[in-house]
Nanobody
Framework: QVQLVESGGGSVESGGSLVLSCAAS????????VAWFRQSPEKEREAVAI???????KYLDSVQGRFTISKDNAKNTLSLQMNSLKPEDSAMYYC??????????????????WGQGTQVAVSS
């Protein structure tokens, strides 16, 4: 049974840091494109950070330089280091995996596996 389980969300003050983790079971990340998406009540789900199977990364412009996506193939986990957090980073964060890295207009398209989400709240 394929499962992605996120952890690490919480409430922090502006300028703080959080590390989100995503543990996979039922499949291995090795040959998959993996990503972190986020969604807030007023916005559609958007790609925050993508890591393809070749190791290339792509970030949402607003998080470039503050967030870092990484993967541990031995532990089959995905992480998102988030520094210098801003109130506008507040959202539900989801990890996802798929053979392809299809993102259309910043929105996920056809991703196979999703976690249940972990909430991040940043106060000013």
């Amino acid at each position: 049974q394929v499962q992605l389980v996120e952890s690490g969300g919480g409430s922090v003050e502006s300028g703080g840091s959080l590390v989100l983790s995503c543990a996979a079971s039922g499949f291995t990340f090795t040959n998959y494109c993996v990503a972190w998406f986020r969604q807030s009540p007023e916005k559609e789900r958007e790609a925050v950070a993508i890591l393809n199977s070749s190791g290339a990364t792509k970030y949402l412009d607003s998080v470039q330089g503050r967030f870092t996506i990484s993967k541990d193939n031995a532990k089959n986990t995905l992480s998102l280091q988030m520094n210098s957090l801003k109130p506008e980073d507040s959202a539900m964060y989801y990890c996802a995996a798929d053979v392809y890295c299809t993102v259309v207009g910043g929105r996920p398209s056809g991703w196979s596996y999703w976690g249940q989400g972990t909430q991040v709240a940043v106060s000013s």
